[in-house]
C-alpha cells in the first residue's frame, strides 16, 4: 500500500473517530418544558427573555408561557393590624404534575429534532465518506488498468 493512501486513510478514520463522539456531546443541551418550571411566571420569563420559542412554552402563540401552570402566590398588602381569620385562608394549590393537553405542541414533553449544525455535520460526514469511496474506486481502477497493460517478456 502506498504512503499517501496509508495517510488518507489515517486522517480521514482519526476524523470520524474524533467528531463522532462530539455529536453527543453537542445536543446535551437543555430543553425548557413547562414541566421543569414552578410557577407560570418563571416559564413566562424565560419566554420574554427569548421571544422566539424555541422551547415551545407559548403553545397557542398568545405570549403567555404555560397557562395551565399555577401563579405564583402575590404578597399580602393588606395591614399587620388587621386579623386574619382561619376561615379566609386559602390552602396552597396542590404541587401535582400537570396532566399534558397537547403533548408536544404544549411544551410539556418531546424533543426539538436536530440543530443546524447537527444537520451540516451529517452531511459534511456523507460527504466525506462517499469521497472516500469513490476515490477507492477511482484507485481501484487505476491499479487494475495498469496491471493489465501490455506485458514485457
Known amino acids: 500500500m502506498h504512503i499517501r493512501t496509508r495517510v488518507l486513510s489515517t486522517a480521514a478514520l482519526t476524523l470520524l473517530v474524533t467528531t463522532g463522539p462530539t455529536a453527543v456531546v453537542a445536543h446535551a443541551q437543555t430543553d425548557l418544558d413547562c414541566r421543569d418550571f414552578a410557577f407560570q411566571e418563571d416559564a413566562q420569563a424565560v419566554l420574554n427573555s427569548n421571544p422566539s420559542d424555541p422551547f415551545r412554552l407559548d403553545a397557542d402563540h398568545d405570549g403567555i408561557a404555560c397557562e395551565e401552570l399555577p401563579h405564583r402566590p402575590s404578597p399580602s398588602t393588606t395591614p399587620t393590624s388587621t386579623p386574619v381569620t382561619p376561615a379566609t385562608l386559602t390552602p396552597a394549590p396542590a404541587t401535582s404534575t400537570p396532566v399534558p393537553q397537547r403533548g408536544v405542541n404544549a411544551g410539556v414533553g418531546g424533543g426539538t429534532g436536530?440543530?443546524?449544525?447537527?444537520?451540516?455535520?451529517?452531511?459534511?460526514?456523507?460527504?466525506?465518506?462517499?469521497?472516500?469511496?469513490?476515490?477507492?474506486?477511482?484507485l481501484r481502477r487505476r491499479r487494475a488498468a495498469a496491471g493489465a497493460g501490455p506485458r514485457k517478456p
Open 114 to 138: 436536530p440543530a443546524g449544525f447537527e444537520v451540516a455535520g451529517g452531511v459534511g460526514l456523507t460527504v466525506l465518506a462517499l469521497s472516500l469511496v469513490g476515490g477507492h474506486v477511482v
